[in-house]
């Protein structure tokens, strides 16, 4: 996603400092489900609505109010109840349905969870997510009608539409990563990072490095450069440290995992 881009369509509708806000919250919101947070997408995708809510509050030539007096669900009923004709009713009652369905996610279950129930998170990101997308989609709709050229706005609409898939996938307790440009010791400490703060024997990181595709003898040495990142318990049970998980941060971002 072209953060600047967007920007420069969502601005002479909304205010930039709330654009800003929101298009920096669906980044990490789309960040954290690819790398399969589910918890923390579901967190970014609460804030994302809460950015988006003062976008169109503001444009609607109503007063944000600010700090702990800001209530996302008064200005979900408030847009509503504004009188019809006022702002277009995108603004007042599209929008805003799209925004409770998320919030409501993010407010009322996010993390939570009852211990005989399926945990709702990762299906619950899944539905955040393409609902976040269409939410950004219309805004950029709504924000150049009228407009002739919608070109490069059609590219960005669809590329908002595309389905998201997690880069990191679990089955069955075997970790999977999905990113074409990584080498044995990347996927080590990314298995490493996952599994942390939990230690993981030196046999299953050879296990999960041999599952990407490496042969065995890449698998040994890649699990043994990655010690240099690890505490050992003296069984060959290995954590990541700050310098392996500070390595495998830098990685994630640098490849969007």
Not at 118 to 129: F, H, K, L, W
Not at 202 to 227: E, M, S, T, Y
Request: net charge positive.
């Amino acid at each position: 996603m072209d953060k600047s881009q967007i920007e420069k369509l969502l601005t002479p509708k909304f205010p930039k400092k709330h654009i800003v806000a929101t298009l920096n919250h669906f980044s990490e919101m789309t960040s954290q489900f690819q790398a399969g947070e589910w918890e923390q997408c579901i967190a970014k995708g609460g804030k994302f609505v809460e950015a988006t809510l003062k976008a169109l509050w503001t444009h609607a030539g109503q007063t944000v109010p600010s700090g702990k007096h800001f209530k996302a669900d008064t200005i979900i009923t408030g847009l509503p109840n504004l009188p019809a004709g006022s702002v277009d009713d995108t603004v007042r009652l599209t929008i805003p349905r799209a925004c409770r369905f998320v919030y409501d996610i993010a407010s009322n279950r996010g993390g939570r969870h009852d211990p005989d129930e399926v945990n709702p998170n990762e299906m619950d990101a899944s539905a955040d997510v393409p609902t976040c997308s269409w939410i950004l989609a219309e805004m950029i709709r709504f924000a150049l009608k009228g407009i002739v050229d919608m070109t490069q706005a059609q590219v960005i609409v669809e590329s908002l539409s595309a389905r998201r898939y997690p880069l990191i996938e679990e089955v069955d307790g075997r970790v999977y990563f999905h990113h074409k440009n990584k080498s044995a010791l990347d996927v080590a400490l990314m298995a490493l990072a996952y599994q942390h703060p939990k230690r993981m024997s030196q046999a299953d990181l050879i296990a999960a490095i041999r599952r990407h595709g490496f042969k065995a003898n890449n698998a040994q040495v890649a699990a043994q450069r990655a010690k240099k990142y690890t505490d050992d318990d003296g069984k060959g049970n290995l954590r990541l440290l700050s310098t392996g998980i500070k390595k495998a941060e830098e990685f994630m971002v640098k490849n969007g995992v």
